[in-house]
Structures are given as C-alpha cells and as structure tokens.
C-alpha cells in the first residue's frame, strides 16, 4: 500500500498553523483552502481576510503538531477583524459576511 504524504505542514520550530475552511457552496461544499507553509501563520491569514483572499471562510482553526493541539479559533480572528474594522478604509465584501456568520454561530453556540 502507497503512503501518502502528510497534510500537516513540516515545521522545525515550535509553531502554530492557521487554516481556513472555505464554503464554496452547493455541490461543491466545503474545502480547507491551500496554504503555504509560510503563510499559515494567524498575521497572514487576517491579513488575507482584510485583503479579500477568501471568498466565503466559514471557520478557522489553528493548531500545533510539536505542543498537540488544535482549536477552533474562528471567534478569535472575529473579534480582531472587528477591533481593525474602524481603521480600514474599504472593507471586502467576504470579510463582512464572515463577521456576520462568526456573529451568528457566537449566538447559537454552534
């Protein structure tokens, strides 16, 4: 039987990886959006949520291979976006519609 190659990324150093799960809707479902390694790091990942890079997140989750943990840190990321809010002069159209769902599922406690 072939092995196939991990989808955790190899990091030397003790780091946490941010990812985020795309809703494409439909047929399609949702999907983990690729990532590279440099780029799975939680200041990257706002900035690419401020910039439009995501078209429909739905949830993010950060975890650590070396300390053994994951979480789901989708309100966290909510609740920064939300504190730069005011500082920015446009604002993607996807940003606010995950502020809306990460607003809703913090109601539901889903």
Not at 39 to 67: C, K, S
Not at 76 to 94: C, K, M, Q, Y
Request: net charge negative; no cysteine; aromatic share 8%.
């Amino acid at each position: 039987m072939r092995r196939s190659p991990s989808i955790v990324p190899h990091v030397a150093a003790d780091q946490d990886v941010y990812l985020v799960l795309e809703d494409f809707g439909g047929r399609l479902g949702r999907a983990w959006s690729e990532t590279a390694e440099e780029d799975g790091n939680r200041a990257t990942v706002i900035r690419h949520l401020i910039e439009g890079h995501y078209m429909h997140p739905a949830r993010i989750v950060a975890f650590n291979t070396t300390q053994g943990w994951s979480r789901d840190v989708t309100a966290d990321i909510a609740d920064e976006l939300r504190r730069r809010f005011v500082e920015l002069e446009e604002v993607a159209p996807s940003m606010l519609e995950f502020l809306e769902s990460a607003a809703r599922r913090a109601e539901t406690g889903s």
